[in-house]
């Protein structure tokens, strides 16, 4: 026999099989990092499911065909006696869509009203968070509890209250009249400036939550600098404040301005015949024309009008990381 078969060095160097099988799952089930990356998969498991999918669907039913049916459009897959027999799409919605005037007058309107909002928001917005951020931190939480406790009530009877505040025997024109403010009620039910109201009334808090997030972190050092080297207080806000404020300007501003392109509950409850927004519209589409293709073309062109600003946040956020790195 050789010599290497009894020799207890030769034995004891050789890696017991036994610990090779136990020591790499107990390594993997002690990672630290391990449940953080299942963590992580969890959002784009949502996002998978609530959004993706959902798209999917919509952009199936986008390049069908029309009809008389139930659901009112043509299959996407055509099958037949043996299986599989072609595919059955259609571009001609969105061919509609970019020939009828009529949407694109619709989208550039959704598009002007939700910037309007946006821009009212943030002027109203911006000292309101401003304020709380300077607040000691005991009446800043009731401040900010006060911000977000109309969303303990729903969104469609918070609208609808509107109604009862606006209309010409409602109560804002009950008591400019009993003052002998005004003789005649204020028509301001029904139109643009109801729609603009609910907008603002409605989506304020999306815009102060991130300004003051990033307001309640600004280093007040900072302005004291400013005001030792001269700079008066509209100047150290100008070139101080309003600079490091950005990132939750940017981020008020999109929370506010991408769902109120698409609103519908606030055109349709508040606004006259002439207020024509794009979620109106793709009701109107929907369920009173049945014609499920072509609303679903304009939900596809929206989303993509959406999500070009999100990237370009996005790429701000990267450049702003890369410059700070």
């Known amino acids: ?11 004891l160097s050789q890696p017991c099989e036994h610990t090779r099988q136990v020591s790499a799952p107990a390594k993997k089930a002690t990672d630290p990092q391990l449940w953080l990356r299942r963590a992580l998969r969890m959002p784009y498991l949502w996002l998978l499911l609530f959004f993706l999918a ?8 986008s390049v069908a065909e029309p009809m008389i049916a139930q659901p009112p459009f043509s299959a996407l897959l055509v099958w037949g006696a043996h299986g599989l027999q072609g595919i059955r799409a259609t571009f001609e919605n969105y061919s509609f869509l970019f020939r009828d005037g009529y949407y694109g007058i619709i989208v550039l309107s959704s598009l002007k009203m ?24 005991r009446r800043r939480q009731m401040l900010l509890l006060a911000v977000i406790l109309p969303f303990w009530i729903s969104f469609l009877l918070r609208v609808y209250a509107w109604i009862g505040l606006l209309d010409n025997h409602g109560i804002i024109n009950h008591a400019l009249m009993s003052m002998g ?16 109201l609910g907008i603002v009334y409605s989506y304020l808090p999306f815009m102060i939550l991130p300004l003051y997030s990033t307001l309640e972190r600004l280093n007040v050092d900072l302005l004291d600098a400013a ?50 927004m794009i979620g109106r519209v793709m ?7 049945r014609d499920w293709p072509v609303a679903s073309a304009v939900s596809v062109v929206l989303l993509l009008l959406l999500i070009a600003p999100i990237l370009w946040f996005q790429h701000l956020q990267n450049r702003e990381h890369e410059a700070g790195s």
Not at 1 to 11: E, I, L, V
Not at 128 to 136: D, E, G, K, T, V
Not at 283 to 289: G, T
Request: charged share 10%; proline share 9%.
């Open 1 to 11: 026999m050789g010599s290497g078969q009894h020799d207890p060095a030769a034995f």
């Open 54 to 61: 959902p798209f999917l669907i919509i952009l199936k039913i």
């Open 114 to 137: 939700a910037a309007i909002g946006t821009v009212l928001c943030l002027l109203l917005g911006y000292p309101m968070a401003y304020f709380i951020a300077r607040q000691p931190p």
């Open 181 to 196: 403010i005004i003789h005649k009620p204020l028509a301001m039910l029904y139109n643009d400036f109801a729609v603009y």
């Open 227 to 276: 005001a030792d080297l001269g700079a008066r207080r509209w100047r150290a806000f100008v070139d101080v404040t309003l600079p490091l404020s950005m990132p939750g300007i940017l981020g008020g501003c999109l929370l506010v301005f991408i769902p109120a392109v698409g609103e519908f509950t606030i055109p349709a409850l508040l606004g006259g015949a002439d207020t024509l």
């Open 283 to 289: 009701w109107d589409e929907f369920f009173v024309s």
